[in-house]
């Protein structure tokens, strides 16, 4: 079934194999399979530690946005962990196969590589990497969110600071910890008191039609939308600043929005339960339509 899923390209009119009726298919380790064989081992050093990088990508109509800045990113997040990815082409070519697999056109495409096999421990072992990669529909959050702020910081000079990785604690803790506030997203402070990041989108405030966002020094992931978001201010003539901000400047900024891979940008409709007055407001609807055209144009900006 690998070899033949292989075969096939995105938009060939191929229907779902019959293995994914009872489970998802994914790309472990350089073939196509079932999630029901697919089987990491207890002792693989991402399972036992966090020891693993990872990349979410978007895909539109079964092709994969910004793969070139993605993998750059991956591969500067392994380079610190001392793991060696596969090539760009590989992975690009496994997230492909697995949409195909899966019949999927809009879609999260997630690309995990670990440590791989190494003993019960932080020390790290010799064997080969563990590479997954795997699809599921892109999640609908809607024309706004709600985030709180989290009582929780992120530590701007921390060994993982700027890094994707698997060591996903905090965010999951943060993230439980919006939900059952009625948000969708956790807000981080960093150790400074200044305003950083989301547990997977970066943020922006809009301050006097100037759009406003932490620098990568208040410990901020350098988001792949992010980026892409700078060069657009730039492209529409919006005024940009990267700049630290307080965390009280959320108690009275009357337009935010977030931007991720799944998020796209995303106007924040309310922060800790206080209703923002400009949702979506200008600067964030034109960033907004910017970026949508600019997915319809180039799949690899």
């Given amino acids: 079934m690998a070899s033949e899923i292989k075969d096939r390209t995105p938009g060939s ?14 790309w472990f380790n350089g073939a196509v399979t079932s999630e029901s064989e697919a089987r990491v081992s207890p002792f693989d050093h991402g399972l ?7 990349e979410t990508l978007a895909a539109h109509g079964g092709r994969i946005f ?3 800045r993605h993998y750059e990113r991956l591969r500067k997040s392994a380079e610190v962990f001392g793991i060696e990815v596969p090539a760009r082409d590989t ?3 496994a997230g492909e196969e697995v949409l195909v697999a899966n019949a999927l056109e809009r879609a999260r495409v997630r690309i995990t590589v670990t440590g791989g096999l190494a003993p019960l421990g932080s020390e790290k072992g010799k064997a080969a990497p563990t590479v997954v990669v795997a699809a599921a529909e892109l999640p609908n959050w809607g024309a706004s969110a709600e985030v709180v702020v989290v009582p929780f910081t992120r530590n701007e000079t921390g060994a993982l600071t700027g890094l994707k990785t698997t060591s ?3 965010n999951v803790v943060a993230l439980a910890y919006a939900k059952e506030r009625g948000a969708s997203e956790a807000i981080f402070g960093n150790t400074r008191g200044n305003l950083c990041e989301g547990t997977g989108s970066n943020i922006f405030l809009v301050r006097d039609e100037v759009a406003i966002t932490p620098p990568l020094s208040s410990g901020c992931l350098a988001g792949i939308t992010r980026s892409l978001v700078l060069e657009l201010c730039e492209q ?3 005024a940009l600043q990267e700049e630290d901000v ?4 959320l108690e009275s900024v009357e337009e935010a929005f977030l931007t991720s891979t799944t998020r796209d940008v995303q106007a924040i409709g309310g922060i800790g339960g206080r209703e ?4 979506p407001g200008e600067v964030t609807s034109r960033l907004r339509d910017a970026f949508t055209r600019l997915v319809a144009r180039d799949f690899d900006p």
């Fill in 13 to 26: 009119g191929s229907r779902k194999p019959a293995e994914a009726a009872s489970g998802s298919m994914v």
């Fill in 48 to 54: 036992l530690v966090g020891d693993g990088v990872f």
């Fill in 66 to 68: 910004a793969m070139t």
């Fill in 91 to 93: 992975l690009e070519r």
């Fill in 168 to 170: 996903y604690g905090e």
């Fill in 236 to 238: 529409e003539g919006i």
């Fill in 246 to 249: 307080s965390l009280g400047e």
């Fill in 276 to 279: 923002l007055a400009r949702v």
